[in-house]
T-cell receptor, first 113, second 114 residues
Framework: DAKTTQPNSMESNEEEPVHLPCNHS???????IHWYRQLPSQGPEYVIH???SNVNNRMASLAIAEDRKSSTLILHRATLRDAAVYYCILRDVLSSGTYKYIFGTGTRLKVLA | DGGITQSPKYLFRKEGQNVTLSCEQNLNHDAMYWYRQDPGQGLRLIYYSQIVNDFQKGDIAEGYSVSREKKESFPLTVTSAQKNPTAFYLCASSIGLAVMDEQFFGPGTRLTVL
């Protein structure tokens, strides 16, 4: 299984940028890197995904290392509503030829007012 | 509003009883999934379905059963054979099972076995 490694927790001040790192040294050439976040007692929600190039959307930016063995999710201005567990996820191929997510324990982001 | 609904939000059952968790989606998605989450842990895949009348076991299917008789519905039954059923259960759906497909998650059902 392709796996990811993330810090257990991070803190940020409100209105400041946050860089959430993820290591995925066993990533294969066709693996997309997905990020989801989970607010307390809710289901995860999609944040962003990418393959090789850096990606931007309204929620965040994703910076992918040139060797693709690590990536960083960037929240440009953290708000209290961004406090959540952030999961960096790779996909794995199932025996049926389809895919599944491999969830780790994620990074718990605390935003300080 | 399009989305995924799960009911109930909280569920209590006595040990030895079967219980069925509901999951409905109106996103017209083909693929649906059930995950289990234990405190402080990530999600683990129980079952998934690519299309109506078809479903496959995930990583931790023992003690669970599912059905997919309608595209919009994917109920999960937690049987008495599941040794440690207390957990947070999440249902998700996606357009398909391609590598790019974003998964949409429901709000979850928290099951407690008394």
């Amino acid at each position: 299984d392709a796996k990811t490694t993330q810090p257990n927790s991070m803190e940020s001040n409100e209105e400041e940028p946050v860089h959430l790192p993820c290591n995925h040294s066993t990533i294969s050439g066709t693996d997309y890197i997905h990020w989801y976040r989970q607010l307390p007692s809710q289901g995860p929600e999609y944040v962003i995904h990418g393959l090789t190039s850096n990606v931007n959307n309204r929620m965040a930016s994703l910076a992918i290392a040139e060797d693709r063995k690590s990536s960083t999710l960037i929240l440009h201005r953290a708000t209290l509503r961004d406090a959540a567990v952030y999961y960096c996820i790779l996909r794995d191929v199932l025996s049926s030829g389809t895919y599944k997510y491999i969830f780790g324990t994620g990074t718990r982001l605390k935003v300080l007012a | 509003d399009g989305g995924i609904t799960q009911s109930p939000k909280y569920l209590f059952r006595k040990e030895g009883q079967n219980v069925t968790l509901s999951c409905e989606q109106n996103l017209n998605h083909d693929a649906m999934y059930w995950y289990r989450q234990d405190p402080g842990q990530g999600l683990r895949l129980i079952y998934y379905s690519q299309i109506v009348n078809d479903f496959q076991k995930g990583d931790i299917a023992e003690g669970y059963s599912v059905s997919r008789e309608k595209k919009e519905s994917f109920p999960l039954t937690v049987t008495s054979a599941q040794k440690n059923p207390t957990a947070f259960y999440l249902c998700a759906s996606s357009i398909g099972l391609a590598v790019m497909d974003e998964q949409f998650f429901g709000p979850g059902t928290r099951l407690t076995v008394l």
